[in-house]
């Protein structure tokens, strides 16, 4: 019965909660407003700025080298055969669908097609002999019916193989000669371990047909060429000039090739452009800074056809490692691994504390980072100086960098050197840099200023806001597109309430609908119910009661300003619930009559119909204890769930211990108004009316690793109203006046000492726990001294012949588990 603390109620509304907890997605901790597209490589979306599974990823999501292919059909058959006609037979149609219409000459469903019909005209025999053979060898890739053997061709292959090699050595025409040396190539490749010449024989047939080519089957079969090369380097080489020539292979490359390889590549065998191929994909694979071999590379190329693309990801880092952690509160994921794989788990032998924890590293780590932006910052101007190709870009990028490191004058100043723009990515970047100096760089609390962003957000609206983060519509790829109005509302809601104006940025935060590393009520679903807790989430944490009613007025204000038409929500709570909020506030502050006559204003059956209020505000008496204290009367109770009917009761309390004349009544009614006081505190059962949460991780919830936003907080009212909420001050005090003036009253006194235990007890587990994370870690080596029960030992000394004492003890495992030492 007294063991109160361990019997905590574990609440998260509206949000769906699992044994490990909920879950967020490494995109969704992550701040950017960079559009890496600006690179123009949104081919290579997968490595903006993080690695793809298994290191490979489809490469080719436009299928730019299936076109490229199909046109080089058309320049020989002509335009009377149309692009999509070709690309239908060569990679829409299955290859035994093909194959039965070739074979049986039924030709009934393909007849339409400008393709087939000029693939069945007798002239072009060979071209329909050679389309019917690469189906086969497409249907031996992928028609194999063992799954046991994916990737690999069944080992009747010889017959494939020997009409490749006879069409390579007999065919006249180029153009098909070196589409047989490219299914030969494949054909050898995939049957390397069932034959010991296929790999000399694939060389021979790469360097006799294809080698120096510039078709498309040439950069293909490339990729097959260099994959089996014995030396190193000419590995290297072939494979960095495979992923340059053609988009379909960047995937395999990237996720063949390692680090390892690339840092012992040779630079002084080959020539510059591989060498540059090298930087870039060193650079493509680290995760952490690149700028030295983004120097190198520009020392080497500097036209270098994926520099955009490498400035682009260092951008993106910056904004992880710096606006990560100081807009959206979460850690950057590379630093935070970086830490917990190298951080020391040893202890100190005589104190047993753990290392320093991630907290003073990410400090350090801020700091350096900041000093490697302006070193980065200071390379792209560089570059600008020498008039790079790709100046418009750069332009950005350092008018970006210029904004993160506070420089918005010299921010505006670049976006001022920048030539018109007709490119739609080129112009939303542009106004996202405009929005974000003028976030900082002006008094947005002046109309004309709210004005000038009302205009900005709305050009920006007519742009398109969406940040691609990957290709859509792959297959196995989660999509991780952001709206890059959300961040913006974001950082600008964060300044009005740098401002003060609590009311512009609850509503702008609202607007943003972002997680940050924050309860605020979830994030499962887009829209949540007019009565749920993120409705009130911003204001319940930051807002003043007289901000509420600010909030109210202008939810009502019939003329609205653009600015302001911008920031009002999709759905508005209903006044009721702001009331709630304003009337919940006013009780944290112990301010009970304007509660009461605040929730005066709602409807009576607001609590019983709404929300959570009926699971988590019990309808018995406020001023009991309930269960904690044996022979208390439990049978009075609210007819229905009301926190003005406790307000009400709470008052008439203080009404009735102002007006009492005698000690016992005295004691008794502080007694009582301590147990009010107690049932609305984080421990009591009628939380509710001074929190809309509780969650048993609530002593860590601010501080504990990368899921603060998963667990219901009371952050950071837990600074302002800890004393009341976690310490039971209020209710402490009111205990301790009763128990002096109950002297002539044993079971009075017996009851007050048993509820100090509670209180003392409670709030004594609840620091303690709290007190072992330090700086961001778990400290399990820190020590804390056994709760002493001191209240349990004066009920002892002073009230063991009570009829309370007999019966706690029998009903209390506190009482009954206490020795008295």
């Known amino acids: 019965m007294l063991l109160v603390n361990t019997l905590l109620l574990l609440v998260f509304p509206y949000m769906n909660t699992r044994s490990c907890g909920p879950e967020l997605s490494p995109a969704d901790m992550r701040f950017a407003l960079f559009q890496p597209d600006l690179s123009g490589r949104n081919n290579l979306a997968p490595l903006y700025y993080r690695m793809p599974e298994n290191g490979y990823f489809i490469s080719d999501p436009q299928k730019t080298d299936y076109f490229r292919n199909c046109r080089e059909w058309q320049k020989m058959t002509g335009k009377a055969v149309t692009l999509k006609d070709i690309y239908t037979i060569q990679y829409d149609v299955f290859p035994d669908d093909f194959l039965y219409a070739y074979r049986h000459a039924d030709w009934k469903q393909l007849e339409d097609n400008s393709f087939v019909q000029w693939l069945r005209k007798p002239a072009h025999k060979k071209e329909l002999d050679y389309m019917a053979f690469a189906k086969q060898v497409e249907f031996s890739q992928l028609g194999n019916p063992d799954p046991w053997r994916i990737g690999s061709l069944p080992e009747n292959t010889a017959p494939l193989i020997n009409t490749a090699v006879r069409n390579c050595d007999s065919i006249k025409s180029l ?178 504390k753990p290392d320093t924890g991630y907290a003073y590293y990410a400090a350090k780590n801020m700091a350096s980072d900041r000093q490697y932006l302006r070193a980065f910052t200071g390379f792209l101007t560089g570059m600008l100086e020498k008039k790079s190709i790709n100046e418009d870009m750069i332009r950005l990028a350092v008018a970006h960098l210029y904004n993160m490191d506070g420089r918005y004058a010299d921010a505006t100043y670049q976006l001022g050197k920048l030539s018109p723009l007709k490119d739609t990515l080129y112009q939303r970047q542009a106004i996202v840099e405009k929005l974000v100096a003028a976030f900082y760089n002006q008094d947005i609390t002046d109309v004309r200023v709210k004005q000038y962003l009302s205009k900005q957000f709305q050009a920006l609206e007519q742009l398109g806001y969406e940040l691609r983060g990957d290709q859509a519509n792959i297959e196995n790829w989660r999509s991780e597109n952001k709206d890059m109005r959300a961040a913006l509302l974001l950082m600008l809601s964060q300044r009005y309430k740098q401002a003060g104006d609590i ?29 749920s807790y993120p409705r009130i989430a911003y204001f319940d944490k930051y807002g003043s009661p007289d901000d509420v009613e600010k909030l109210i007025r202008f939810k009502h204000q019939s003329r609205k300003t653009p600015f302001e038409k911008m920031i009002v929500p999709a759905v508005w709570a209903p006044d009721d619930f702001y009331r709630d909020v304003k009337g919940t506030l006013l009780i944290r502050q112990q301010r009970f009559k304007e509660a009461a006559m605040e929730m005066e204003k709602i409807a009576d059956d607001f609590w019983e119909k709404n929300w959570e209020y009926k699971g988590y505000l019990t309808r018995m008496y406020i001023g009991s204890p309930g269960i904690l204290v044996p022979g208390e009367d439990r049978r009075r109770h609210y007819p ?37 006081y107690f049932n609305i505190s984080y421990y009591g059962r009628e939380w509710m009316m001074s929190a809309y949460g509780q969650s048993y991780r609530e002593e860590s919830a601010e501080t504990f690793d990368n899921y603060s936003w998963a667990w219901f907080s009371f952050y950071p009212n837990e600074n302002i109203y800890k004393s ?83 019966d706690s003890y029998t009903e209390c495992p506190d009482v009954a588990a206490f020795k008295g030492h």
């Open 175 to 352: 153009f098909l000669q070196q589409r047989y040396a490219f299914q030969l190539v494949k054909l050898y490749f995939y049957n390397r371990k069932n034959d010991t010449t296929a790999i000399r024989r694939l060389i021979s047939c790469y360097d006799t047909y294809l080698k120096n080519n510039s078709s498309i089957v040439s950069d293909w079969a490339l990729y097959y060429y260099g994959f089996i090369q014995r030396d190193p380097n000419l590995y290297l080489k072939y494979m960095l000039e495979s992923f340059d020539r053609c988009e379909e292979k960047k995937g395999p490359v990237f996720g063949d090739v390692t680090r390892r390889q690339l840092d012992e590549f040779s630079a002084a065998t080959s020539d510059r452009h591989t060498v540059a191929l090298v930087h870039v994909l060193k650079a493509l694979k680290q995760p952490g800074r690149s700028l030295p071999t983004l120097q190198q590379l520009y020392s080497i190329e500097p036209n270098c056809s994926y520099l955009p693309l490498l400035i682009c990801r260092e951008v993106n880092k910056l904004e992880d490692w710096i606006s990560t952690p100081e807009i959206l509160g979460f850690n950057s994921s590379v630093r935070e691994n970086l830490f917990f794989a190298s951080r020391n788990y040893e202890t100190n032998s005589d104190d047993h």
């Open 640 to 676: 229905i769930t009301s926190k003005k009917a406790i307000l009400r009761d709470i008052l008439a309390l203080q009404d009735s211990l102002s007006q009492a004349s005698t000690m016992d009544a005295k004691a008794r009614f502080h007694y009582l108004l301590g147990n009010a």
């Open 503 to 531: 009311v512009t940025a609850g509503l702008l935060f609202q607007k943003a609908n972002l997680p940050i590393n924050e309860y605020t009520g979830g994030y499962y679903e887009e829209e949540s119910p007019a009565v």
């Open 724 to 806: 009341d909420y976690y310490q039971c001050s209020h209710a402490f005090d009111m205990y301790q006046k009763a128990l002096r003036l109950s002297a002539g009253n044993k079971e009075l006194h017996a009851k007050i000492l048993l509820m100090l235990n509670v209180c003392d007890k409670s709030r004594y587990t609840f620091f303690t726990e709290k007190a072992k994370y330090r700086k961001g870690i778990d400290d399990y080596w820190r020590n804390t001294a056994p709760y002493s029960f001191p209240y349990l030992k004066l009920l002892k000394e002073k009230d063991a012949d009570t009829k309370v004492y007999t």
